[in-house]
């Protein structure tokens, strides 16, 4: 269906030969996956769809059991299991978010191997300004350390919304408040060990710095949005909250990516209608919504601009959500599409020309450094 | 489809031979039932699914007029109606909640009398509470009068979103704090006689003795979210602003089941993938949504785990919404998994199997006295 | 399908000759429609419905390029092109909102000739007191004004969502904080030159002074809610926000009809439910989500009773958004309505009373003058 496929955000995969306990925490964003009330992890849509999907990559019938496909990824190994996974996906590209539990998972290296595809990195804000902590550096220091860690990214993440929400007050944070901010996470750090990064002044200086960085070259900044693990507070993650500082990227030149976006596809399509630098995708929820991703991706192409759609699998750890990311996403933009033009509401060559600008061809003109 | 039905919440119906306007009055959930803005609240959703779906039961052809429908429910009496509505719903039990305008329906027996089935008592934190103020009753014993109360009960239910609304402080509130939240209000009593619970630090005080009580059973603690009567303030509602105290019954191994969340069916599916210990259900929102239920129960459907969701009623008043309320869950839930089916999402051993979850096998799995 | 169609909120038409770049930019909500990141204008889904059914109006194939229609819309002339949409759109009569960017744009007059049909006049009451102020009149005369204003007029309408959003204090104000707040707006001007409204004292009186005029003639006052460009802080525009006022009108007997209501489209049927006094539309989220369209008016009809469903393009500038607007709406209502008959769920005879209630009954229950 697509010339092409970009991923514009996903992570990499577990080497770890996965056991039912590992295979089910991966499949899950619960903090307590294990617990009686849930059951299995399989009873829910992305049960279904993994046993649908992708059993038949690892040679098993579709709809395989939950038992049997576990075992039988763990008699072929990680390595074949991912190898085979990432290459079913069939993606061109693999833009490579490395701030998130960077030690349990491939790097950018190791994922363009198992998969055969260039895969860019990223560069987590917020994870540059941990790192810098820990490294003892001042924080004046910070825009060049930055700077450094991104030398070849081909775009900045923030995880704003996870640690301070999206009502943090949008004004560029003065010097002093800024150093003092430093003094009193460093000093809280001395005493606790390595502590995330949750400060608000902190954060928007992290936010600040990444405009200062991407607007020369117009390189895109990518926001957490919505879906996610329990550490969000959902409702001050509507991303309507944040418009004075996407404003502000406005003013800069700078794309803004709003990542999943669930429940707030509307509300992230509505902001790609009126900003002109917003873009979004539905990412992982295709995956997390299974046999009803079709609703999810029909919510965000209620009202966005078609050049304002990107793909992503927001796949993280486990291959199967790369594998399936493709598959659900391909599958629920060609249903809409087909539906789109026998009842007359577009040619083919309209929704031809609509699934290249979401594949790759939006992705292909914002990502510049790509 | 279902080899048992369990109706997780729903009240009892009224004894009274209903006259049009009493009827009409129950049909809605508005101050002004009667004003001539509505015309008649038979132009409505629910009054097309009450024309279609009761009126045969009663012994009218399908889509009979509302003055035919009417004059024969007075015609057939109360007690007939009912019964002959109670018993087309065909659930296997339904779990009362007994806290609302008990004066105006029937009780556990009436009811268990009426439907020739089971109707275990769900007790409501807050009608305990104020009954305690008006027996004169000290705070410090409110732990012991609900634990009296719920004795017998499958669950407890509590309406703070109603009287306080999600963003409640969450932390249990401390001894003093409390009495002298309660002196404040009985003086209050003393001056304009009995005044409902909407104290937020009584209200706090209720909800902690819950999850006490709740925790050593596991027994379910319902929350109104969402869809209901004027007196909610939607916006402060979305359950997902209730997270801090969701989390400290989660730690408790306390089920916390959303009831009826219109229009944050998306937040609430979220939290039961998030959160080990939420449920769900989209109760009356299917009875009052008539020929769309379909799409809210596909809402909640999207993201929830199969072992998360419920089944309810949440009838008030009429016998209508009993059987209602069972018919458009059968038929928006077939309606779906066959789709799942034929789209080849799901085989029909799967279908069945969540069926079953959804019908029963959840609620038997968590309201452990029941 | 209609009797009568009433368009119960619109604008008047551009008279220019549009260029491109003229043409693009009334087709978007956009601050900097013209923006790179965008690329045309026409790829999105308005893009898509003005190219597949305003083509043959203006003389084209169905689906021209966005070239040859602007070309071609430009060849025939302005007045020509607003003719022949606005026939096409072929509705009874428009209720014109006259009060923004009055001098781009026909007023009533102009848009009678131009259309053929009826076309009275809403009064916008945030234009008024900035009127008021241009002419340097006391805040005293303010309801004076307004009535002499509206004395011809069918309806009032409220933008305080886009001043000062609906978190607003819904009580009316005294004199006093109405005087000190009109001189330093006044002040203000004196230094500045004219001002937008957005003094939140002088927004609640107005609001309040929109009551008392419009409750003895029960003349509706119209909200605008949610989707229109970026100067909305969309979170609070929630229309469950503004119940405090909204119960004030229902006192005071005054219809409310709630605007567009993207994303809110559920809320707002709630509100109509719980609320006598409350009505809705979607108005221009009809024709913005072009082959979407049907998801929207399905969104609202879920559970707002059918006597409180209105319709309107909320065209401004483009006549294309009149004769789609009037496409959208019937050809989305006629399916859902068809859907509804052909699952049993409704009769034709029912089908025909609801879509008479939504396209012109309720519009001319509610607006007495007209």
Known sequence: MFERLIDHHCHGVSPANLDPPGFSALMSEAHKPHSAFFGSQFDKPLGLAIRRWCAPVLGL??????QDYVARRQALGAEEANRRLLRAAGVTAMLID?????????DCAGMAAASGVPCPEVVRIEAVMEAHADAGGPVDSYPDRLAERAEKAVGLKSIVAYRAAFDLD???PGSAEVRSAWSRWLEKRATTGPRRLEDPVLLRFALWCALDLAAPAALPLQLHVGFGDRDIFMQRCDPTIFTPFIAEAEEAGVPITLLHCYPFEREAGWLAEVYSN?????????NFTGPSAIRVLSDAMEMAPFSKLLYSSDAFGLAEL???GRLQFETALRTILDRWVAGGSATRADADHIAGL?????????????
Do not use: C, K, M
């Not at 992705?363 to 790509?370: G, P």
């Open 358 to 370: 979401i594949a790759f061809g939006n992705a292909e003109r914002i990502y510049r450094r790509f």
């Open 98 to 106: 490395t701030g998130h539990r960077a030690g349990d998972i491939l």
């Open 170 to 172: 949008p004004a560029r």
């Open 278 to 286: 917003v873009f979004l995708d539905v990412g992982a929820v295709l």
């Open 322 to 324: 790369h594998h399936l």
């Open 61 to 66: 019938e579709a709809f395989a059991s939950p």
